[in-house]
């Protein structure tokens, strides 16, 4: 599998400060793929998962076991009237929405929905309608929840 250059380097320009080095190894990591646990190649399921879920279902894995019960994920739930997405327009990119997604699916503060405006609004530009109304109905379900 060749790497994407691009996708490398928008890691590098996203990860940008003193400290960062751990997050742009996690990104290349995602990218590059985790490789057989047991073995050698770059090889398995993480690819097409991503780097937190994979991690995630391997933990919950291993925890069951061992007999360990993982923490329930809680789940937001979209209005059908809700045209909640990320439009083409905006990013592009399929590999980076999806990224985006990713990101939006591990959120579990305020504070994570305002660090993803922050990265979409300095890379992008002014957030689209569409991805604005998600990020409120994720940010009122997690105050209702508080």
């Given at each position: 599998m060749r790497l994407n250059v691009q996708e490398r380097f928008d890691a590098l320009i996203e990860y940008n400060?003193?400290?960062?080095?751990?997050?742009?190894?996690?990104?290349?990591?995602?990218?590059?793929?985790?490789?057989n646990i047991l073995g050698v190649e770059q090889s398995g399921y993480m690819e097409t998962v991503g780097f937190d879920l994979y991690m995630h279902l391997l933990n919950e894995a291993i925890g069951k076991e061992k007999g360990i019960k993982t923490?329930?994920?809680k789940n937001f739930i979209l209005s059908e009237k809700t045209a909640a997405y990320i439009?083409?327009?905006?990013?592009?990119?399929m590999?980076?929405?999806?990224?985006i997604y990713k990101r939006i699916a591990s959120i579990e503060t305020t504070?994570?929905?305002?660090?993803?405006?922050?990265?979409?609004?300095?890379?992008?530009?002014?957030?689209?309608?569409?991805?604005l109304k998600?990020?409120?109905v994720i940010e009122e379900e997690i105050l209702e929840k508080s």
């Open positions: 400060t003193l400290g960062a080095g751990y997050d742009i190894a996690l990104r290349d990591l995602e990218l590059r793929g985790i490789g923490k329930e994920k439009a083409e327009e905006y990013i592009p990119d590999n980076v929405r999806l990224d504070e994570d929905i305002v660090k993803i405006k922050e990265a979409c609004e300095d890379r992008f530009g002014e957030l689209p309608m569409n991805l998600m990020l409120e």
